[in-house]
């Protein structure tokens, strides 16, 4: 799952998006260094990767992709996890999801002093280039993944498996449905334990 989804999946709670939104940036102990609920946030981000990764859907389509892509597949399958829901986005929520997107961008630019160092260099683009809103369309996705291309200083081809990911979208969308209802259904499962509250 990438940003999208797991901002979606704190539910209202910015607090707890805040430290999911953050979390790939926190490395072990150091999620001890924020406020309380973010802790939390960085607590379920983690829980989420765990189950995503670990579920046989998701396992079965980064292996779509390994052979094109090899470790980069997970990393594409996440990306194209939140093209599905972007897309399907009035499916799960009510406010649109332009509503949605400013409501968060304009979150973390009030927060934008407690962000870890990386965190804030990556906030121009998700914000000026309105990445949840792209996530909606290929084209838009394919800008995305043209841009952390160029970040990564391996060959990764990300924006090159477009094409790929459209042939077998027939394959992947209806058992992306699958997987969302388990991880709604589990996260907020995990939401209802102590170290939540």
Known sequence: ????????LSGNDIELAMGNFIADSVKGYKYNEYPIRWQK???????????????????????????SHRHYSRVLIDMYYDHILAKNWSNYHEK?????????????LENEDHLPLNVKSSLKYLISDNWFNLYS???????????????????????????KF?????????????????????TKTELLKTKYK
């Open 1 to 8: 799952m990438n940003y999208l989804a797991h901002i979606y």
């Open 41 to 67: 946030g960085i607590l379920l981000h983690r829980f989420i990767d765990s189950y995503t990764d670990s579920h046989l859907i998701f396992k079965s389509h980064a292996k779509l992709f390994f052979n």
């Open 96 to 108: 649109s999801l332009k509503d949605f997107s400013n409501h968060f961008y304009k979150k973390l």
């Open 137 to 163: 369309t290929i084209d838009g996705l394919k800008r995305i993944l043209a841009q952390m291309e160029s970040r990564i200083k391996y060959t990764s081809k990300l924006s090159e498996s477009t094409d």
């Open 166 to 186: 459209v042939s077998l979208l027939s394959i992947i969308e209806p058992e992306f449905f699958l997987f969302f209802e388990d991880i709604q259904k589990a």
